[in-house]
Nanobody
Framework: QVQLVESGGGLVQAGGSLRLSCAAS????????MGWYRQPPGEQRELVAR???????NYADSVKGRFTISRDNAENMVYLQMSSLKPEDTAVYYC????????????WGQGTQVTVSS
């Protein structure tokens, strides 16, 4: 129903910045919310940031003031601008989407690795 593809991960030094992008494609869907989770090595997946179609956003406490989520509703894109990166931000970052309708999901991308070196 919807496919999500992330891009923009990579290796960066502590204090640096990265921008993740996620494109949603498919047919017959309307997105209600999009966002990002991450899964550090050996840990559970955790919410990083989320934005709704109405423009509401929420962030994990650990990234507030450093990460910014934005969305292009017309293009079904979501972005995560990450600044002041720390080694503890190292994780696989997953884009996800929630849909309006009988199959809300969530739907997941394949993940993109972000590695922050000290």
């Amino acid at each position: 129903q919807v496919q999500l593809v992330e891009s923009g991960g990579g290796l960066v030094q502590a204090g640096g910045s990265l921008r993740l992008s996620c494109a949603a494609s498919g047919s017959g869907f309307v997105i209600s919310a999009m966002g990002w989770y991450r899964q550090p090595p050996g840990e559970q997946r955790e919410l990083v940031a989320r934005t709704t179609s109405g423009g509401r956003t929420n962030y994990a406490d650990s990234v507030k003031g450093r990460f910014t989520i934005s969305r292009d509703n017309a293009e079904n894109m979501v972005y995560l601008q990450m600044s002041s990166l720390k080694p503890e931000d190292t994780a696989v970052y997953y884009c996800y989407a929630e849909l309006w309708g009988p199959r809300p999901g969530p739907y997941w991308g394949q993940g993109t690795q972000v590695t922050v070196s000290s």
